[in-house]
């Protein structure tokens, strides 16, 4: 899949999830349900992955 397809996915994702959800709702809950929504749609999913800091 090139980037172009998987940033579509992306967006397109994210609009789903807020148009189902609504605004209002904690940050948690938007994240839960976009990561939910991009694994329905074939991606592999991490979550508040540690960065190391330089």
């Known amino acids: 899949m090139h980037e172009e397809e998987i940033g579509a996915l992306v967006v397109d994702s994210a609009i789903k999830v807020h148009s189902a959800l609504a605004p ?29 800091i330089r």
């Open 24 to 52: 209002g709702l904690l940050e948690s809950a938007y994240r839960a349900c976009l990561a939910h929504e991009l694994e329905m749609r074939g991606l592999d999913v991490s979550q508040e992955k540690p960065l190391p």
